[in-house]
Every structure is written in structure tokens, then in C-alpha cells.
């Protein structure tokens, strides 16, 4: 699992080749998969290939002109009326999508929506507005998912830092 780790990079460009229906599908399986308070698993997917709408998706933030270039976004939307912790379950979801897209061989990065303005006022209404997403859901984040245009470097051991760790209690 570290080598999964260590490959995942934010990637903000992508080759212009499709991603296989295979792999997507494997990364909602991973997405799926991750814990949710309570269990409740309120979490749901846009999946957006279109090219105009991946293009209208890039002008939600001044952080996301990039991922109109990705073959395939996974919009992460959750539900407030099943669910009762927006923020930690959909992080943890998309952290999920991260890494299986690394294993799968592909790229992505986490573009924020959640509490984000861009040139359309707020973030989240207009990619709500945009993918017709009810009013109940929340939109944490798009993630491009695609083959990266060009590799980047692995973490390292040396980004491991017994200075950040403390037993017990923390330690100045």
C-alpha cells in the first residue's frame, strides 16, 4: 500500500486519452468503500466526460481551469439529509479515489468546491446549478481522473518526520 502512496501526486495535466469504463469503475468501488459516520454511506457521484461540461466545470474556481483537460471528473456530492459529516466523509471518500486511481495507473487532484467562490460567485451553486444536483447535497470537490502528461517524482522516506509524531501527549 506505501508504493500507492508514495505515487500519488496532484496532477493538473493530463493526456488526451480516455480513460477504460473498467478502471472507472474500480475507483467508485474504492470510493464506495470508504468509511462513513454511522455508516450512513451518503455520498454519490457525478461522473462528467462531456466536453462542454468539463469545460464549464473548470471555470467553478480560479484553482480549477485545469480539469476541463482530464478525460473523465468525479464530482463528489453528498447527502445532508442521510449524512451527518459533509466534510470528514466525502474527504475520506475522494482520498479513497486518490489512491485507486494511482493504482489503476492514472492521475488525479482534489479541486476544492466546498466553501470556494470563483467568477460565478459560489463555488458549490454553480456547480450545483450546472450538474442539476439537488439543493440537499453538498459538493466537496471535482477530481479529474486521467493519465498524467508527464511523471513526477515519488515521495521519499526522507518526507518522514519523527519530529511531527508524539506519544502519549505532545511534545514542544
Known amino acids: ?19 477504460e469504463e473498467g478502471k ?14 454511522w455508516g450512513t454511506r451518503a455520498w454519490e457521484f457525478v461522473i462528467v ?6 469545460k464549464a466545470l473548470s ?8 480539469v476541463k483537460d482530464a478525460p473523465v471528473i468525479i464530482v463528489v456530492c453528498y447527502d445532508t439529509e442521510t449524512g451527518r459529516k459533509f466534510k470528514e466523509d466525502s474527504s475520506i471518500c475522494a482520498a479513497h479515489i486518490h489512491l485507486e486511481a494511482v493504482n489503476q495507473g492514472l492521475a488525479s487532484c482534489f479541486v476544492q468546491i466546498a466553501d470556494a467562490d470563483g467568477p460565478h ?34 515521495h521519499s522516506d526522507s518526507e518522514y518526520d519523527e519530529s511531527k509524531i508524539h506519544y502519549e501527549r505532545f511534545n514542544q
Do not use: H
Open 1 to 19: 500500500m506505501l508504493e500507492v502512496i508514495k505515487k500519488r501526486r496532484s496532477v493538473r495535466a493530463y493526456k488526451p486519452k480516455s480513460v
Open 24 to 37: 472507472i469503475k474500480e475507483i467508485l468501488k474504492a470510493a464506495m468503500f470508504s468509511p462513513s459516520s
Open 49 to 54: 466526460k462531456d466536453p462542454k461540461t468539463r
Open 59 to 66: 471555470e467553478a474556481t480560479p484553482y480549477s481551469s485545469f
Open 121 to 154: 460567485g459560489n463555488a458549490e451553486a454553480y456547480v450545483k446549478e450546472l450538474l442539476g444536483i439537488p439543493q440537499n447535497y453538498r459538493v466537496q470537490c471535482l477530481l479529474p481522473i486521467g493519465y498524467a502528461a508527464s511523471e513526477l517524482p515519488e
